[in-house]
């Protein structure tokens, strides 16, 4: 946002320049990101001064070219050949001295001695256009004859000179969205840094607006009052369409706006000016003398000031006369009820639109206008009529209109300025330091926040409604912090803390560690959008719909709450590359999920939390093909190596995880990992209707790691190396007939408790039901592994060992040997 140096000055008495009003501007929250001198003459007629031609002579080689002396109020006469066909002896004329540089758009030249067909020449005599005056070259500007000469023509001209702060205005400081809006802060801030109440805030008055007549009514009818909270509206006949004065085009200039008449400067003006958008229609295109505020069905076209034809959605609010769309609400206007040089009378508009609708309207047409950006940020409902009046009242002056009806206001439901309580204790404890309750309140005074009572623990504050985003206590003390200075907050030499010795993992250095493993093994990293479609959660089995967390304002509908899980965004992902023909697809994705409890605890911020989770996706052949490598499909215990070979990177003991058969409804067949009863990972085939839903068609495998939980397990110690064991180890096998329902991780558990020490794996190779097995029976083939670090195994330790593992998977699994 830029802001004008001598606009500001106009609503605040400071002496100060605009490079010492940029540090204080940074201060109280108002970002200065740049500084610029502006001149509403480019380079501002420096080294061009007022001149006297003495004497005049034809060029004796040119027919064209005149000879002239000039007296700039140097002393000597100045011999400069002109090619003006008016130039004549006596006249007071503009001179560019012998160094000036002159502008021509962007580019520039200088003016040096020159000999002109052989007589000298050492400046120039200028015609509008070549000082950026205006446009003619018919001749020099002949200037009155009461000029003294050698004055500087800047100060002739009134050449404005001005320095513009460009400001990175936050998204919650609407207020500060215009002239008056900065200087208000700014007049706290002073009065802050000075000690004293010498800075007030200075407004235009609209006291002297009456009506001139009654003889252009128009009719404003709302009926989208959920989108348009309040219109305000005025008629003004038999106006003059002109080009601007130069204080106004300078203004404008000077913000980086265009001027382009008289009456759209206007309202660009008093937008600036007041952070109140405004809008002139021409009244004689208002059939049916009816505005009338309302929606418009879906696809109907509708042409802007652009002249682009867009498709109208049903949810954008439009300001229409009895037969057509005429503008999109506090967006942008149309091209047929816009101001133009034929236009005489105007229906000038000063409304409160919904922030969200117009928010949406902006992105859906990719419009970003100067009203858009104030109304999406929060405008404020109770200074419509001011900024109205202000703009009829400049409408009256300079386009010489007649204000020819009443202000029609439709403001069904009032919006009344809020109250809030403040407590000094919690003032102090927020920013870290006590402040004065006298400094408090004079900085809300000055902010234009009303006291509405005290006693000696808190006060009572009325909000005005154009501070949109203060609504809470801790808002109103975010408010005085600011005023009262970031800078002025005591930091104690001794910062009294408590260090952990205990070394903590790298979480970020150990996620790429991560990512570097699945890439190597093909896997292509995804990064998909926070905020997904409502309704995945509700379709899908496994997932609570309430436990969404819905977005209050969504910019649309497939965006409407935050994501419960990685899996649909890796879907949506899979979906999109298969239908570009892409079969064979590996990826994974960090990212967050986010929910909320069905408890509802009555803190409400525990109703919310949110996990660290890493997705892995796989579909089609695992190797693309080629000649020197297999092209296996991918399947579920290609999903199980990828997640296991992560558990076992991040140096987890995989003795100490349960692995267990769940049942998912997101999944065909699924088994999670846990640790400590938490559940690590879980794993599974995607199941068809959750993949006919996104209208996959080919098989899809995937795991979801609990990125959250797992790093809580991470070995803090680091990680060490043993040498190979230099003695043997000793395989046994055992084929034992077990229950159906008895998972091998079962029975290696039990087996590992039996014996920790010399027990080092056992692995299940076959797996038999037929003959001789009973019904609801199966027999396992185990292998077990035996091994000391000190010494190699004899026969005697290696039975012993054995039959103390049979004994434990006898009595817990029910098993007994074939």
């Keep these: 946002m830029k802001l004008s140096y001598n606009w500001l000055k106009q609503y605040i008495n400071t002496d100060l320049s605009a490079e010492e009003l940029s540090p204080i501007l940074t201060d109280i929250g108002l970002e200065v990101e740049g500084l610029e001198k502006f001149q509403s003459i480019k380079g501002g007629l420096q080294g061009v001064v007022i001149g006297e031609v003495k004497s005049c002579r034809k060029h004796e080689n040119a027919d064209k070219l005149s000879v002239t002396t000039v007296d700039v109020g140097t002393g000597e006469l100045l011999p400069i050949v002109c090619g003006a066909p008016n130039v004549a002896e006596g006249q007071k004329v503009a001179v560019a001295?012998?160094?000036?540089?002159?502008?021509?758009?962007d580019e520039s030249f200088t003016i040096n001695k020159a000999k002109i067909r052989g007589e000298a020449s050492e400046g120039m005599i200028c015609a509008e256009d070549e000082l950026g005056l205006g446009t003619s070259h018919e001749g020099i500007m002949v200037l009155p004859e009461n000029l003294k000469n050698g004055t500087p023509a800047s100060e002739y001209f009134n050449i404005e000179e001005d320095?513009?702060?460009?400001?990175?205005?936050?998204p919650n400081r609407g207020d500060a969205a215009s002239h008056i809006g900065s200087a208000r802060d700014l007049v706290a801030g002073?009065?802050?840094?000075?000690?004293?109440k010498k800075h007030k805030l200075t407004l235009s008055s609209v006291d002297e607006f009456k009506v001139d007549n009654n003889n252009l009514d128009i009719d404003v009818i709302v009926e989208s009052p959920e989108a348009c909270e309040r219109y305000t509206g005025i008629t003004i006949s038999n106006v003059k369409i002109e080009e601007s004065p130069e204080w106004l085009k300078n203004k404008l200039n000077a913000i980086g706006l265009r001027p382009i008449n008289n009456i759209v400067d206007i309202t660009n003006f008093v937008l600036h000016e007041t952070g109140q958008p405004l809008h002139a229609f021409d009244a004689d295109k208002i059939t049916?003398?009816?505005?009338?505020?309302?929606?418009?069905?879906n696809n109907t076209p509708f042409l802007a000031l652009d002249e682009v034809e867009?498709?109208?959605?049903?949810?954008d609010l439009m300001i229409c006369n009895i037969d057509k769309g005429m503008c999109i609400a506090g967006v942008f206007g149309g091209i047929d009820s816009g101001v133009s040089e034929n236009t005489k009378n105007i229906f000038l508009e000063s409304a409160y639109f919904d922030a969200t609708h117009i928010r949406k309207t902006s992105k859906r047409h990719s419009l970003q206008t100067d009203a858009s950006f104030r109304f999406e940020r929060g405008a404020d409902p109770n200074i419509t009529v001011f900024a109205l009046k202000r703009a009829a009242l400049l409408i009256k002056e300079i386009a010489c209109g007649e204000i020819s009806s009443e202000i029609k206001d439709v403001y069904p439901k009032k919006i009344d300025n809020w109250t809030i309580d403040i407590s000094y204790a919690n003032?102090?404890?927020?920013?870290?330091?006590?402040?004065?309750?006298?400094?408090?309140?004079?900085i809300l005074i000055d902010l234009e926040i009303k006291i509405l009572g005290e006693d000696d623990n808190s006060i009572k504050v009325e909000v005005p409604t154009f501070k949109v985003e203060v609504t809470r206590e801790v808002d109103i003390i975010e408010e005085?912090?600011?005023?009262?200075?970031?800078?002025?907050?005591?930091?104690?030499?001794?910062?009294?803390?408590?260090?952990?010795?205990?070394?903590?993992?790298?979480?970020?250095?150990?996620?790429?560690?991560?990512s570097d493993y699945l890439s190597s093994q093909g896997f292509a990293e995804i990064m998909n959008n926070s905020l997904t479609k409502g309704e995945y959660t509700e379709k899908a089995d496994g997932f609570n719909a309430e436990e969404n967390v819905n977005i209050l304002n969504p910019l649309s509908n497939d965006l409407n709450v935050l994501r419960q899980s990685l899996l649909f965004g890796g879907l949506e992902s899979i979906?999109?590359?298969?239908?570009?023909?892409?079969?064979?697809?590996?990826?994974?994705?960090?990212?967050?999920?986010?929910?909320i409890s069905a408890g509802k605890s009555q803190n409400i911020i525990k109703n919310y939390f949110e996990e660290r989770h890493l997705l892995i996706l796989s579909t089609g052949n695992v190797n693309e093909e080629s000649w020197n490598a297999n092209d296996n499909k991918a399947d579920f215990y290609y999903i199980k190596s990828m997640v296991e070979a992560t558990i076992s990177r991040l140096g987890i003991d995989r003795k100490q995880i349960k692995i267990e058969i769940s049942d998912n409804p997101i999944y065909s067949y699924s088994m999670q990992y846990n640790f400590n009863n938490t559940i690590i990972a879980e794993i599974g085939n995607i199941d068809k209707k959750v993949l006919k839903s996104f209208n996959i068609k080919k098989e899809v495998f995937g795991a979801i790691v609990n990125w959250t939980n797992i790093c809580k397990y991470l070995p803090s110690k680091n990680t060490s190396y043993e040498p190979v064991l230099k003695y043997p180890s000793v395989r046994r096998d055992l084929a034992m007939v077990i229950d159906k329902n008895v998972s091998f991780n079962q029975m290696k558990e039990v087996a590992l408790k039996a014996e920790r020490k010399l027990l080092k794996d056992v692995g299940l190779f076959d797996i038999y039901e037929g003959d001789k097995i009973p019904e609801g029976k199966k027999s396992y083939a185990l292998s077990f592994t035996l091994q000391d670090k000190t010494k190699t195994l004899n026969d005697k330790t290696i039975d012993k060992t054995m039959r103390r593992i049979q004994q434990m998977l006898e009595n817990e699994c029910g098993a007994v040997l074939r």
Aim: glycine fraction near 6%; avoid cysteine.
């Design 575 to 595: 979906a999109y590359n298969q239908n570009r023909r892409i079969s064979n697809q590996k990826i994974y994705e960090f990212g967050k999920i986010y929910q």
């Design 190 to 196: 002073l009065n802050r840094i000075t000690s004293s």
């Design 288 to 297: 049916g003398n009816k505005v009338i505020v309302k929606k418009l069905e």
């Design 427 to 442: 003032v102090d404890r927020l920013i870290g330091q006590k402040i004065e309750p006298n400094i408090i309140k004079d």
């Design 163 to 170: 320095y513009v702060f460009e400001i990175g205005l936050t």
């Design 97 to 105: 001295t012998v160094g000036t540089i002159l502008y021509d758009g």
């Design 310 to 315: 867009r498709k109208l959605s049903n949810d």
């Design 480 to 514: 005085i912090l600011r005023i009262y200075g970031y800078n002025n907050i005591q930091l104690d030499n001794k910062i009294h803390s408590s260090i952990s010795l205990r070394q903590k993992p790298d979480l970020e250095k150990i996620q790429n560690m991560i």
